[in-house]
């Protein structure tokens, strides 16, 4: 049976990390400004499909059914009178 001069050389070491892991995590993409965002925030072109209807593509049918301008004069005279948000 061969002998092994030094036990401890033969077995591998473990692995140590390349770099420190950050403190805090990165901060996410800047996301882009939606010009004319409907009342679920997404804009129009999320709204725009190849098939019939303007339901939201992100929020789905159920959430929002149509595109409604979040900025529209009849929003910003019920926001006037304390009536919406």
């Known amino acids: 049976m061969p002998v092994i001069p030094d036990l401890h050389a033969a077995f591998p070491t473990q692995r140590q990390?390349?770099?420190?892991?950050p403190v805090e995590p990165p901060q996410p993409p800047a996301r882009d400004v939606v010009v004319e965002p409907c009342t679920c925030g997404h804009g129009p072109e999320t709204h725009?499909?190849?098939?019939?209807?303007?339901?939201c593509g992100a929020c789905g049918r159920a959430t929002c059914g149509e595109y409604r301008r979040a900025n529209s004069a009849w929003r910003r005279f019920m926001r006037s009178m304390g009536l919406g948000r």
Do not use: C, K
Not at 17 to 21: G, R, Y
Not at 48 to 55: A, K, L, S, W
């Open 17 to 21: 990390p390349l770099s420190p892991v």
């Open 48 to 55: 725009e499909h190849y098939r019939p209807g303007t339901d």
